[in-house]
């Protein structure tokens, strides 16, 4: 056998601050198929990396399982590259942060990460809503109708006029995630009120981020999708304000405050 001979460097390695300049952190559910792929595709970027972590879940969808995910969300925040900070934490669930509530899924990140702006679902959606100006809105999930209730009862709220509200009935959210992109446009033309002024369709797990544009194109209306609307919230708090219109309409818009 040879024998080698090893030699350090003369010198250490000069080290960036960072590999890449803006970090995005994900919490996503355990049996999430669907966020990991859009953000690679939406947000993902030599500028921008992406870091995901999972936290339990267990089916069926409804109040009081989304509700049980709360207490892991400090932990799974602490997860994303321990000890060292990210700009954004986004927290992938859209019925979670209703029945959580948004300001108590950002006091739970940044009890972990208090340096990030965090972002939710729901928030994000609401956010993407008063970019149009809509105020009339059509609600598409894919949920139960015990589970839609509280996110109609979200928008209520906030104060927006829900023109028409449509359920899929379904409970597990790996199904959510095997909707097919056809039958969610043909959904959600169903789904759209003609005197609404934008359309929300809920659930990170489903692939409608993917085709947004092409259902704005079918009902001449803004369409809101979960994954759609935290992309565009996490690409602006990153400093991305390039408008990417083949995305949806969303992507063409600036970030509003509270």
């Known amino acids: 056998m040879q024998t080698l001979e090893l030699s350090l460097a003369s010198r250490a390695p000069r080290l960036d601050d960072r590999p890449l300049e803006k970090r995005v952190g994900l919490i996503i559910l355990a049996t999430d198929h669907t966020t990991e792929v859009d953000f690679q595709r939406m947000v993902a970027s030599d500028r921008i990396g992406v870091y995901a972590t999972r936290i339990p879940y267990a089916n069926p969808v409804t109040p009081e399982n989304l509700r049980a995910m709360q207490p892991s969300l ?11 900070p990210l700009d954004v934490v986004m927290y992938s669930c ?34 993407g809503l008063k970019a149009f100006g809509a105020r009339r809105i059509s609600v598409l999930t894919p949920y139960t109708l015990e589970t839609s209730r509280p996110m109609a ?15 899929l009935g379904l409970s597990d959210d790996r199904e959510m995630a095997r909707i097919s992109p056809d039958e969610i446009v043909a959904f959600a033309r169903e789904a759209t009120a003609p005197d609404c002024d934008a359309l929300f369709i809920s659930c990170t797990a489903v692939r409608a981020a993917g085709v947004a544009a092409e259902i704005e194109a079918a009902i001449g209306k803004p369409v809101i999708t979960s994954n759609l609307a935290t992309a565009w919230a996490c690409l602006r708090l990153c400093g991305d304000a390039a408008p990417r219109p083949e995305l949806g309409r969303l992507m063409t818009r600036a970030y509003p405050g509270r």
Do not use: M, N
Request: aromatic share 6%.
């Open 153 to 167: 009862d979200y928008f209520l709220t906030l104060g927006f006029d829900i023109a028409r509200f449509t359920c």
């Open 94 to 127: 859209t019925s979670a942060s209703v029945v959580i509530g948004d300001d108590a899924v950002e006091a739970a990140v940044k009890a972990a990460k208090p340096e990030a702006a965090v972002v939710t679902p729901t928030a994000a959606a609401v956010r």
């Open 74 to 84: 400090t932990a799974g925040a602490a997860l994303i590259l321990p000890d060292e």
